[in-house]
């Protein structure tokens, strides 16, 4: 009889933990707190339509690159300095998804004037032998961090006029990509530098 109790009971444990430990659909894990981009840009526009009352989100979205590129337009003929992305006005959530935007579809960025803020790390690639200048954005959690180059005005500073390792810096310049032997990089070009008060 314990042999019949116990194969009984081993068996509605086998089964209870087996339906428990489905998961069931929409719920995540109490541990995940993970945001994806696509997550982080959906409410981020969710947001910007409720304040704005907008109803279809398609149409909206045509209309915001539609805009986005007649701003880049304007600014190429005009020779305008309006800035067409500001990180430095964003919330970290915006600025990670952004970040990334960036860095895996450059090609719609391209010449877009953009400003950020981070720490300054320079580097030097043996192998090219040249000083590379990068603006290090890190995320909400401190964990993560992304760096973009910029080629401060024409290039020309020198290395000593360049603010300390880990100076916190805004950073405004064109957005490009260029080809360095068989890697695409981008950067920004022909960028402002400015230094954080007490970063000097």
């Known amino acids: 009889m314990k042999k019949v109790w116990r194969a009984a009971f081993a068996c509605m444990l086998i089964l209870a933990l087996a339906t428990g430990c489905g998961k069931s659909s ?17 409410s981020q526009v969710e947001k910007e339509n409720q304040a704005s009352g907008t109803i279809d989100q398609q149409e909206a979205s045509k209309e915001n690159v539609e805009e986005a590129q007649n701003k880049n337009e304007t600014a190429k ?36 004037r953009i400003r950020i803020r981070g720490s300054y790390f320079p580097y030097y690639d043996e192998t090219t032998k040249q000083n ?35 100076s916190e810096i805004v950073v405004e310049g ?27």
């Open 26 to 42: 929409g719920v995540t894990g109490r541990g995940n707190k993970n945001k994806s981009v696509d997550s982080v840009l959906k």
């Open 77 to 112: 003929r005009d020779g305008s300095n309006k800035v067409d992305i500001d990180l430095t006005q964003m919330g970290s959530d915006m600025v990670y998804a952004t970040v990334y935007q960036l860095m895996s579809k450059p090609e719609d960025y391209i010449g877009q």
């Open 132 to 166: 590379y200048h990068n603006c290090l954005i890190r995320d909400a959690a401190a964990c993560c961090s992304q760096g973009i180059e910029f080629i401060w005005e024409d290039g020309s500073h020198k290395l000593e006029e360049y603010p300390k390792e880990d």
């Open 174 to 200: 064109i957005y490009e990509t260029y080809k360095e032997g068989e890697n695409m990089y981008s950067r920004l070009r022909n960028a402002s530098l400015s230094v954080e008060k007490g970063n000097e």
